[in-house]
């Protein structure tokens, strides 16, 4: 069975800058499934932040434009958020998914 598992969430300054990322346990897992970056915070609902197709396009939530980043490195099978100009705002528990398969989530806390 497909696992997903991310790491790199902690806690950052406002302005500061995370990278997070996740590794399909399928060495061939992002070729065939594009993969998101969801955000969830208590009290909200949950909101997808990036994509990144399996064509190569990617595309971002306008709350996030201009300061995060999804890129794939295929060969390790792990998809990364690199996440800059960090915001209050964007504390979140942030969880990636594709395929139907979900990661165990980290938790990323902007506050200075």
């Known amino acids: 069975q497909v696992q997903l598992v991310e790491s790199g969430g902690g806690l950052v300054q406002p302005g500061g800058s995370l990278r997070l990322s996740c590794t399909a346990s399928d060495p061939l897992f992002c070729m065939f499934h594009d993969a998101y970056w969801y955000r969830q915070t208590p009290g909200k609902q949950r909101e997808r932040v990036a994509v990144f197709s399996i064509r190569g396009n990617t595309n971002y939530a306008d709350s996030v434009k201009g300061r995060f980043t999804i890129t794939k490195d295929g060969a390790k099978s792990t998809v990364y958020l690199q996440m800059n100009n960090l915001k209050p705002d964007d504390t979140a528990v942030y969880y990636c998914?594709?395929?139907?398969?979900w990661g165990q989530g980290t938790q990323v806390t902007v506050s200075s």
């Open positions: 998914n594709g395929g139907q398969m």
